[in-house]
């Protein structure tokens, strides 16, 4: 297994109002895995989401299934 840190990005759909999420897609191939953490506490947990978990949440926000919040 690959020792690699995440390289953390933030939505270019975020309007920037310091409620976002941040996730690291560079862990896909080498652990299957899409790490999330919150923007506003970068030292704080990780959720480890599953790639097809996690592309079926992306898919389901891209068909407003969810909403607003």
């Known amino acids: 297994m ?4 995440p390289c953390w990005f933030t939505s270019s759909y975020s309007e920037n109002g310091g409620a ?3 996730v690291a897609t ?3 191939v080498s652990r299957g895995v899409v ?10 947990p ?3 989401v599953a790639v097809d978990s996690f592309t079926s949440f992306v898919a389901g926000v891209r068909a407003d299934e969810f909403g607003t919040v």
Do not use: F, H, Y
Not at 2 to 5: A, P
Not at 35 to 44: E, F, L, Q
């Open 46 to 48: 990780v959720l480890n």
């Open 2 to 5: 690959t020792n690699e840190s």
């Open 35 to 44: 790490p999330v953490r919150d923007s506003k506490s970068p030292a704080g």
């Open 20 to 22: 976002c999420v941040q």
């Open 26 to 28: 560079n862990l896909i």
